[in-house]
Nanobody, 120 residues
C-alpha cells in the first residue's frame, strides 16, 4: 500500500490550495490521518490530524487558515489551505494508520510528499 498525495503547486501569496491523499489500493481500515510539512532547512512540523470520527488537531499557528477533513468512504484525507503565505512553502506529507487486512495490525504509512510553493 502506498499513500498517494496530490494537489501541490505554485500559488501567489493570499491564494488557496487543496491537498488530497489516499491509499493506492482498498484497505480494511484507516484510523488516524494527518498532514505534516517540511520547509527548506527546517524540521518536520505537524500541520493537522483527524481521527476516524472526525475529531481534529491543528498546529496552533495554522488554525483558521488550514482545514483538514476526510471522506471515510473514499479513504481520502484533504487539507484545504487558505491565505497562503511564503512561509507556508514546504513539502507536505500525508500520514495514515492503516490496517491493510483484517488479519494484520495497524501500521503507519507516509505519502511521497507534495510540494507547495507560495510566491510573494
Amino acid at each position: 500500500v502506498q499513500l498517494q498525495a496530490s494537489g501541490g503547486g505554485l500559488v501567489q501569496a493570499g491564494g488557496s490550495l487543496r491537498l488530497s491523499c489516499a491509499p493506492s489500493e482498498k484497505v480494511f481500515m484507516i484510523s488516524d490521518m494527518g498532514w505534516y510539512r517540511q520547509a527548506p532547512g527546517k524540521q518536520y512540523q505537524l500541520v493537522a490530524l483527524i481521527n476516524q470520527g472526525g475529531d481534529t488537531t491543528y498546529e496552533d499557528a495554522l488554525k483558521g487558515r488550514f482545514t483538514i477533513s476526510r471522506d471515510n468512504a473514499k479513504g481520502t484525507v484533504y487539507l484545504q489551505m487558505y491565505s497562503l503565505q511564503p512561509e507556508d512553502t514546504a513539502a507536505y506529507y500525508c500520514n495514515a494508520k492503516i490496517r491493510r487486512t483484517a488479519s494484520v495490525d495497524f501500521r503507519n504509512y507516509w505519502g511521497q510528499g507534495t510540494l507547495v510553493t507560495v510566491s510573494s
